[in-house]
Structure formats: structure tokens, C-alpha cells
């Protein structure tokens, strides 16, 4: 607990005084992948990242911010990925590095598409709708290129995947797994509030355990981690997975887990504060409430 708030802490301080600045300058924007802070040129986006080992050893998870994404001065892509297994932390920097790259081209040809059957005004109707399809395929298309990959073995590896895509006042979310995104909001009273935007897709979820179910997989908790639900292959006790959507891991894609996101929007107003995407191992140990208070502080 101490070390996961002295993380956020550390968050917190980096967004208020901007100090580390480690950022990339790429063609198509500025791009974050380690422990930083990022200022949007042109724009009001700041944003911060923060990632420390915990006790388990490697540390497996890594992140993205992209600024500036698909060279539109009002787009940022954010997301936060978490490996487990053998090679996780490998399995984690390679969708780091191909989903939001797989989701620009499909977005923009979705764009252009749209734009030359419907024209520019429909856009606006469909922008949800566009971003929507185009994560699907990419998250598909992602999971595919591992499986056909040589250079990393994700049959008993993978990784979670919690993404935003911000343009205007529109905030998408996609969701591969049990990280979780919080948004702080101010509240009637002036209060700032946290407000759930995903769900933890953990495999005792209803929908979730009937379709593992379905497939054939098993659902249950070890006799010495109860209230762990994890997936199992049919007869045999493994692999343990504590989540039904990942990357990776085609041990158990036969059985119920999915690479699909859950995708949904939100327009930010002005009482909208900032974003938290974090992994598990952080609320496992600190709440909703409490983290937006500590980064508010």
C-alpha cells in the first residue's frame, strides 16, 4: 500500500511541476513510453506516467502517450498495458508498440470512407461509431500478429490492454482485460469525485464465466487464493489466468478468453478533471476514491 501511494504521489507531483520530460518527437507526434511527463504543443493536454518493480520481480507493465495522434492537434492516445506470465513484459511493449499504430490506419480509413460515401457532415453523427469498429479490428488484428509471431512465445504469456483515444471532447475507452481507467469529476457540492469508466474483466464476471463456460473452460479458485477466480483448460490445472480478456495467451483462447475490447464513450465537460489508467496491482490496494485524491492533492 505504501509503495502504490507513494507511486501515485509521484504522479501527482510529476503533473504539477512538469519536470521530467521524456518524450520522443515522431512524425506523426509526440510520443511517451516510460515514467514522465508530456505537454501537448498546440493544445491543453498534459499528462503524466509513472511505473515502479513491485516484489514480484520484472516489472511488466509499460505505457504509451501519444500526442498529437494521427497528426490531429486535438488527438491523444493513452493507454496502459500489464504483462503476465514467463514473457509478459515482452508481450506487453510489442501490443504497446503495434495496437495504437493498428488503430490509426483503420480509424483513418474509416474516416476517409465514411467521408466519400456520406460526406463530411456524417462524421460527426458516426465518430463513436467509427472509432468503435476500428479498435475491434485492430485488437483483432493485434492478437492475430502475435499468435503468427516467431520472435515471442505468448502461448502461456499475455497482456491486458486499457486505451483511450481523446479528440475534442469526445473520450473513447477500450478495455482487454483488469486494468481500469477513473475519471476525477467535480460534483454538485464542489467536490472532486472519481467515477468509474471500465469494468475489471475477471473471470467470475457473469457474462464472462458463462462464456468461458461455454467453451469448455473452468472458472474456480485455488483452496489457498480464495476469491481469486481463475481460468483453467479443461482438465488440467492450468493455466490459472486471473482475467478473461488478454492479449496473448492461446493456451486458453480455445476456452472462453477473448482479445475483444469492451469500447465506450464519454463527453468530457467541464467539470471533468483528469483520467487514471492503472493496472490491477494498484487496485488491488487503493480505491477509486483514493487515488483520485491522492493525484488531486
Same mark, same amino acid.
Given at each position: 500500500? @505504501?509503495?502504490i501511494s507513494s507511486m501515485l504521489q509521484g504522479l501527482a507531483r510529476s503533473m504539477s511541476l512538469g519536470k521530467e520530460r521524456k518524450e520522443a518527437e515522431e512524425p506523426q507526434g509526440t510520443v511517451l513510453r516510460s515514467s514522465g511527463t508530456l505537454w501537448g504543443e498546440g493544445s491543453e493536454t498534459f /499528462?503524466?506516467?509513472?511505473? @515502479? @518493480?513491485?516484489e514480484k520481480g520484472t516489472n511488466q507493465d509499460t505505457s504509451i502517450v501519444w500526442e498529437g495522434y494521427g497528426c490531429q492537434d486535438d488527438t491523444i492516445f493513452c493507454g496502459v498495458f500489464d504483462g503476465h506470465g514467463q514473457w509478459g513484459h515482452y508481450v506487453a511493449k510489442a501490443v504497446r508498440e503495434s495496437l495504437p499504430q493498428q488503430l490509426l490506419c483503420r480509424w483513418q480509413e474509416a474516416v476517409a470512407l465514411t467521408s466519400l460515401i456520406d460526406g463530411e457532415k456524417r462524421l460527426g453523427d458516426c465518430q463513436f461509431d467509427l472509432l468503435r469498429q476500428s479498435y475491434l479490428a485492430a485488437a483483432a488484428a493485434v492478437d492475430e500478429e502475435l499468435r503468427r509471431s516467431r520472435r515471442?512465445? /505468448?502461448?502461456?504469456s499475455g497482456c491486458t490492454a486499457l486505451s483511450i483515444v481523446k479528440q475534442g471532447d469526445l473520450m473513447v475507452v477500450a478495455n482487454v482485460g483488469d486494468s481500469r481507467a477513473v475519471l476525477a469529476t467535480t460534483s454538485d457540492d464542489g467536490d472532486v469525485t472519481a467515477v468509474q469508466l471500465t469494468v475489471d474483466f475477471k473471470p467470475d464476471l457473469p457474462q464472462e464465466k458463462a462464456r468461458i463456460i461455454q467453451c469448455e473452460g473452468r472458472v474456480h479458485c485455488l483452496d489457498d487464493e480464495p476469491g481469486v477466480h481463475r481460468v483453467w483448460v479443461p482438465h488440467r490445472d492450468a493455466p490459472g489466468l486471473a482475467m478473461s480478456r488478454a492479449f496473448g495467451d492461446y493456451c486458453v483462447k480455445d476456452y472462453g478468453v477473448i482479445s475483444a475490447p469492451e469500447v465506450t464513450q464519454r463527453r468530457i465537460t467541464a467539470r471533468d478533471q483528469f483520467v487514471i489508467l492503472a493496472t490491477d496491482g494498484v487496485w488491488d490496494v487503493v480505491s477509486n476514491e483514493e487515488a483520485v485524491q491522492i493525484v488531486a492533492a
Open positions: 500500500m @505504501r509503495q /499528462a503524466a506516467a509513472c511505473s @515502479r @518493480r513491485g515471442l512465445d /505468448a502461448v502461456n
